[in-house]
C-alpha cells in the first residue's frame, strides 16, 4: 500500500513514478500524439477531408469507449473496497474469539490467589458514599499519539492530554466537581496502589515476574494457556493472510517469529530497507519503473520473491511440525481450515477441562459463532483474490483501449486547428482514459498487485500486538484496598457465604432482650422437664426389657419406642412481663437405643405435670 499525505492541491502526489496509473498511461499517450502528427503532416487533405467530414462519429466512439471503461473502474473499486472490509471483518471476529476466551480463562479457580477484589463481596459499600474516580499525577503524560490510528507518514509524538498544574487533579468525575463539594467527595474516594503486572507477580513469593526477552513485550511471559491461545490464533490469521497474497502452488509462504518492536512494518515496499527491496527488485529505480511499466513485476516468480522477502510474523514462531502439517494440506482453503480447526479444538477441550472457569455453554458456544464468521469473511476475501474480473469485460475494455489511442487523434485534428493543441488535447484525453483503465486494473486483485495492495504484514503486526496486550492481566486499579480508603475504614473482605449473613444484620430491626429474673426461672423450668423426660424414656426401655423376656410387652400393641426426634421441643411460655420477642427453645436429649433390640409399637404419651 502506498502511504501519503494530502499536500497542496495534491502537487506532492506527482512525484510518485512505482505503483502510479498516471505514469503507466503515458506511453499509450505518447503514441497516440505520434498518430496525431503523423495525420497531421502526411495524410492530412488525403485520408481526413475526404472520409471524415465530421469528428461526431469519433465523439461517439469515444463516449462508448468511456462508458466502458468507468463500468470497469467502478467495479474494481467495490472489489478492492470489498477485500479491505473482509480482512478486517475476518480479524475482528477471531480476535473477539481470542480476547473473550482469555477472559473467561481469568475467571477459572487456577487465579484465586491474583484475582482482584469484587464488589458484591461488599454489600456495605452500599451504606457509604464512596468514589471510584481516577487521578494523573502533574509530571504524567498521555500515551495517546496523532498517528496511532494512521499508516501515513510519521508525525511527531505530541500529547493528547495536557500536564496537570496540580498535585493531584481527577480528570473526570461521575460526582459534583465544585469547590463546595470536592472535599466532601475526596473523602470518600476508594483507593488502592496500581499494579502494573496486571497482578501476574502476586503468582510468585518475591512479588515480581521476570523472563528471558522473548516476543512477548516487557519481559514477562503470560501463563501456558495465554500463550498457547495467542499463538493458534496468530498463526490463524498469518496462515490465512498467506494463502490470500500467493496462489501459486507449490511455492512457499513463508512464516517467522514476531518480535515487538518500536515501529510497525512497512506498509509501502519502496520504504523497506535497501537489502529487502534488493530480494525482490532491481538496485535502480528506473529499472524497477520499467518492470512496473511492463507488468514484468506480475509474475508468478516476481510474487514468490517478493512473499518471500515479506514473511508473516507469528507470536510464538512455527514448529517443524506446523509447517509439515501445513504444507502436506493441499490447496490454500485446505492450509486455512486447518489452522482454524486447531483453533476450535484447542479452545473447545480446555473448555471441558475447566479452563474457561464456570461460564455457562450457552456463552461458550458463542465463541465458536464467532470462529464462524470470520472464516465467512475470510471465503468473502478468498473470492475476490481467486474469482478474476470476467474476462470478457476485462478483453473488450483491452480492445478499445487500443482503439481510443488511434481514434482520438483523428477526432482532435477537427477541432484544433494548431498542432501543438491538438497533441495536447489528444495526449489529455488517451492518458485519462487509459489511467482509468489502470486503476481498474490494479485494484481488482489487492492482496496481489503490489505496490497497490493490503498491507498484510502491517496489518499482522497490529494483530499480534492485540494479542500481547490481552495478555497483560487484570485492570491496575482493580486492586483497590477495602480495609483502606480515604475517609475511614472498611470491614474485611467478606466470602460469599458471609453475604447473605451480613445482609440480614443490616436489615434486621429486632434489638436484643437483656436477660432478668423471671428468664432465668423459665431456663430453669426447661431444664426440669427435660429430665423428666429422660427418666421417662429410661423407664420405657426397661419396661420393655423386661416384660415378656424381651418379647412384646401386654401394655404396649406397637413397636419399641423411637429414637425422639432431636427437632421435638419443648416450648414453654414466657411470663407475661418477658418480651414476646424472646422465646426459649430447649431440645430433647437424645438417648441411646441398640438398633438390633426388636421393635414395638410406640407407647402412648403420658401427660407431664
Known sequence: MIEYYKGTYGFNLLYRVHGSAVYKALIPGLVSVMIFMIIRQVYRDKVVEE?????????VLVSSVSFLIVFRANHGYQRYWEACGAVHQMMSKWMDTTVQTAAFHMQCDHYNKIKPPTFY???????????R????KSNAKSIIRT?????????PETPILTPMTTASTPSMSFHDTSSKNRHRRMNSRLMGEAKMDGGWGLLFESGTWKSPKDSWAGGITPSLFLQELAHLSSLLVAVAFCTLRNDVEGSESPLDIYASGPSWPEADPDKMAAKDQHKFSSRYKIIKNLRYWLGMDRTPQARTQYNAARPMPVLGGVSDGEIRMLQAAKGPSAKTTLA???LNEFIIREQISGSCGKVGPPIISRLFQYLSDGMIFYNHARKIMYIPFPFPHAQISAVFILIVIVAVPFMMEQFAASAAIGSLLTFATVVCLAGLHEVSRELENPFRNVPNDIPLCTLLAMYNESLITMCSGYHPDFYWHEENYEGGAVPKTTTPKEVATTTKEVTATTKEVPKGKDVSELEAMVVAQSGEIQKLRELIEATLRTGNGGGMSSDWNAVAPEKVPTKEVIVAKAPENV???E??????????IRTDEPMVEKAPEKEIS
Open 51 to 59: 472520409n471524415l467530414d465530421h469528428p461526431y462519429a469519433v465523439g
Open 121 to 131: 463481596n461488599h454489600p456495605e459499600f452500599l451504606g457509604m458514599k464512596l468514589s
Open 133 to 136: 474516580d481516577r487521578e494523573r
Open 147 to 155: 498517528n496511532d490510528d494512521t499508516l501515513g507518514d510519521a508525525v
Open 340 to 342: 482454524w480447526m486447531w
Open 579 to 581: 418480651p414476646t420477642e
Open 583 to 592: 422465646v426459649i427453645v430447649a431440645k430433647a436429649p437424645e438417648s441411646t
